[in-house]
């Protein structure tokens, strides 16, 4: 029973959750998308997983999407706006439980600063509709960038290459 707690509180601490959506945390301002949309239109566009992955922030469970194990050829876009995000030739197997790069299309990525859980995070965004992705950190494959970008599957959609 004295292991639950430590369970959760080892849960938290390593989740990719953050609050950081649209709003700049550091200068209060906010961002405009090219593609924006209201609270009640995302909801009707979005599964109630995506929504709360993309637009509140969230963190899917550890091992739940079935992105995490795809190994076809093609490029995951974003779940909401369909902009193309990460290239399969770029995706590794970190056995984090979540779908994982070491690099990003370029552009269509946005980065910002994640204070959330007490230090600092490198938190991923789509730079065309600002929707939370994941975070980004120093373990990835030393032999290409080493870096690791740690991504909700339910923040993703895959379009195979021969389609």
Known sequence: MKTLPLILLLSFVFSCNSSAQKKN?????????????????WKALLTAEQYHVLRQAGTE?????????????????CAAC??????SEHKFDSGTGWPSFDRVIEGNV??????????MRNEEHCATCGGHLGHVFDDGPKKTTGKRHCINGAALEFVPANK
């Open 25 to 41: 945390s550091d200068s209060g301002e906010t961002k405009e998308f090219k593609v924006s949309k209201t609270d009640a239109e």
């Open 61 to 77: 469970r550890a091992f739940s999407s079935p992105l995490n194990d795809n190994h076809e050829v093609g490029t995951y876009v």
């Open 82 to 87: 369909k902009t193309p995000l990460y290239k």
């Open 110 to 119: 946005a980065f910002s600063t994640d204070k959330k859980l007490g230090y």
